[in-house]
């Protein structure tokens, strides 16, 4: 991300502060790690971002975000620093042209993103969450991070109550959805794994007609989320969908090794993580591999 303080305010609908045609490259959350050039974004959580202002801009931020207190040098006062962070993200993700593929699921969501770009990184330019960076901050900062030119941005979904998986759909706008699994997690925010299935079926909700959804055909509910889009389905199991595995063995030096029937052929091939779970997982990052003639 390169723009101007006053880009940035027209953006968010702030008002700017300073010099406006000061150029900001990149956002931090973070006033320790912060690099040269680019824009603060102070989170008001256990602890209030607007504390470290002064910090950022001293070790090197050329302007920051604020909703309280005084602008320190260039700056953008907005009603709502996170909110302000995603209209940023929704602006960058309009610049990129490539593919987003978006991967949600109770389990297994971390090991499919893995596997997806451990296939894709040698092969072309692909930019994935850092960590677990799932959530309505993670997940912005991660499309801010990525660059106009990315072929493949591969972003983790998580949601921690209802509602949370189409509030990340909405600023990611995915082309590609991918399903793991859904199981009860986080239950003192969901009624029933009906409601949590329902919350993790808003990302294939958002498909584009021309986007792809991948679907565990191992678990019913999410096979039955097929029913939410216009978009191409792509199953995956251990059997009876689109890519399914067989012959599965588990080596002593714990890989796993399987072989892959899909409609664009068949292989063998082999992870280094054990477990049939893992397999699944496995299929489910295949399946969106085979989308770009990788299978």
């Known amino acids: 991300m390169e723009l101007t303080v006053k880009e940035i305010g027209d953006i968010t609908g702030g008002q700017p502060f300073g010099d406006l045609d000061a150029i900001v490259k990149g956002v931090s959350t973070d006033s320790r790690s912060i690099e040269k050039k680019?824009?603060?974004?102070?989170?008001?959580?256990?602890?209030?971002?607007?504390?470290?202002?002064?910090?950022?801009?001293?070790?090197?931020?050329?302007?920051?975000?604020?909703?309280q207190g005084d602008p320190q040098g260039n700056a953008i006062r907005v009603k709502d620093t996170l909110v302000a962070l995603q209209d940023l993200?929704?602006?960058?993700?309009?610049?990129?042209?490539?593919?987003?593929?978006?991967?949600?699921?109770?389990v297994g969501k971390t090991t499919t993103k893995d596997i997806l770009f451990s296939s894709l990184r040698n092969l072309t330019e692909v930019h994935v969450s850092k960590r677990s960076y799932n959530n309505e901050l993670?997940?912005?900062?991660?499309?801010?991070?990525?660059?106009?030119?990315?072929?493949?941005?591969?972003?983790?979904?998580?949601?921690?109550?209802?509602?949370?998986?189409?509030?990340?759909?909405?600023?990611?706008?995915?082309?590609?959805?991918i399903i793991t699994r859904v199981a009860p997690a986080h239950t003192e925010f969901f009624k029933d794994i009906d409601h949590?299935?329902?919350?993790?079926?808003?990302?294939?909700?958002?498909l584009p007609s021309s986007?792809?959804?991948?679907?565990?055909?191992?678990?019913?509910?999410?096979?039955?989320?097929?029913?939410?889009?216009n978009a191409r389905i792509v199953t995956y199991g251990l059997e009876n969908a689109t890519v399914t595995a067989?012959?599965?063995?588990?080596?002593?030096?714990?890989t796993t090794s399987f072989q892959i029937t899909t409609p664009w052929g068949t292989a063998t091939t082999r992870i280094n993580i054990p477990g049939v779970h893992n397999v699944t997982n496995a299929l489910a990052a295949i399946s969106a591999g085979c989308q770009w003639g990788l299978g």
């Not at 949590?196 to 958002?206: C, P, Y």
């Not at 067989?246 to 714990?254: K, M, Y």
Request: hydrophobic fraction near 45%; charge should be negative.
């Open 38 to 67: 680019q824009l603060f974004v102070p989170i008001i959580a256990e602890r209030n971002g607007h504390d470290f202002v002064i910090d950022a801009m001293t070790n090197g931020a050329s302007g920051h975000l604020f909703s």
């Open 89 to 106: 993200a929704k602006f960058a993700r309009k610049k990129i042209t490539g593919d987003v593929v978006g991967i949600t699921g109770s």
């Open 138 to 177: 993670g997940l912005p900062l991660t499309i801010l991070d990525a660059k106009s030119s990315t072929k493949h941005l591969i972003l983790e979904m998580g949601a921690r109550g209802p509602g949370q998986i189409a509030e990340l759909a909405e600023i990611a706008n995915p082309t590609i959805g």
């Open 196 to 206: 949590i299935a329902e919350t993790k079926g808003a990302l294939i909700e958002f």
């Open 211 to 229: 986007g792809t959804a991948i679907l565990n055909n191992d678990d019913p509910r999410v096979a039955e989320m097929a029913k939410l889009t």
């Open 246 to 254: 067989e012959n599965i063995s588990i080596g002593n030096d714990l």
